[in-house]
């Protein structure tokens, strides 16, 4: 049962974006109420890569300005959440067939060394051959011509990364809700009234659907066109083996040149991601044998030594990244719906980002609320300091 009847803002869905955003209103002194049909990030954010990164490769896109936002937020994470959140070094080796050769590397690796001037992590080395074997022993040499050496940051744990949002949301007065699944949004006077749960009926003066992959699933009462696109990446996690890496490699496979990354992790390894379109249900997504096959055979590829069989596989672990229905980038949206202007919902967006969309979104809500917004301390205030 909730304490109230009615609220300034209802989010829907306690994934890393529903609860930053559950953190930032509340702090803004937001009569909040979220509700997630699960566990707060058990879904989607469990199911991620925990990097919190750049996006080296968006620059390839010329996607500029999203780099540069996620590695002001990289560094505003180290800052805030320096428990969850750590520095990682990561491997890039450079092959004689790779598609982007030592000059394109380099290139990158200057060009994401500007757009992070205010870092606190080192800058990128350059490594030959034998510098490269040197540190790494364990990689496939054949071909190999260097190695670029950069910085980005790990959550292990990112479930706990929401935890802290919702524990810091919960303690500026925000109001919870698990294992509650929304059943309706109704629909009144051309804005929507009131959410529905449990046979309850509690209204709200926004209503910010923050449900990743069950977007479309929370619009279906309110007839939206589709939003979410997804793809579905998967993971394995294997114990260290021989030549595994001290810290990680991001590799361009051989197999189609996507990127993927062998991580330490937890005092194991974790490989992934693949990347492929899914149209099906987000709570029966699963790793497939042929994602198994396609990263055990990669990793085996780079790493000769290691000789990875399905019998290595400690755990698997899929989730459908919520993207835009028509879109290719990976930035997020924070979709208004004309017919009902109290409605917001947000599509894509990374893990690395989700406190400045939740600045964005909150900005936002004030806006619909007919007010001026309160300045956002959540780049500042840590979680432990709550």
Known sequence: MVRASRYDVIIIGAGINGAGIARDAAMRGLKIL??????????????????????????????FGLVRESLRE?????KIAPHLVKPLGITIPIYKQSRRGRLTIRAGMILYDLLSWDKSLPRHQMLSRSETLDRWPG?????????????DAQVEFPERLVLENVKSARAFGAEVLTH???????????????VEFQDQFVEADVVINAAGPWIDQVLTPVKSP???????????????????????IYLEARSDGRP??????????LIGTTDVRFEGDPDKVRCEDWEIDYLLSETNLALPAAQLTHDSI????????PLAYQSSTRRHFIREHPQLPNLLSIVGGKLTTYRSLAEECVDLIFRKLGKDPPPCNTDKIGFQSV
């Not at 059943?183 to 006077?189: A, C, G, M, Y």
């Not at 400690?314 to 990244?321: C, I």
């Open 139 to 151: 990689l496939n040499p054949e071909g190999l011509v260097g190695s670029a050496l950069y910085y």
């Open 180 to 194: 509650t699944r929304v059943t309706n949004l109704v629909v009144e006077d051309g804005k929507v009234s009131s």
């Open 314 to 321: 400690l755990q698997t672990y899929s989730g459908v990244r």
């Open 226 to 248: 589709k939003l979410i696109g997804g793809t579905k990446g998967s993971h394995i996690v294997v114990a260290p083996f021989p030549g595994a890496p001290a810290n990680a």
């Open 34 to 63: 979220l509700i997630d049909k699960g566990e707060p990030g058990c879904a989607t954010t469990s199911a991620s890569t925990r990097l919190i990164h750049g996006g080296l490769r968006y620059l390839e896109h010329f996607e």
């Open 74 to 78: 990289r560094e505003t994470l180290l």
């Open 260 to 269: 993927m990354f062998i991580i330490p992790w937890n005092k194991l390894y």
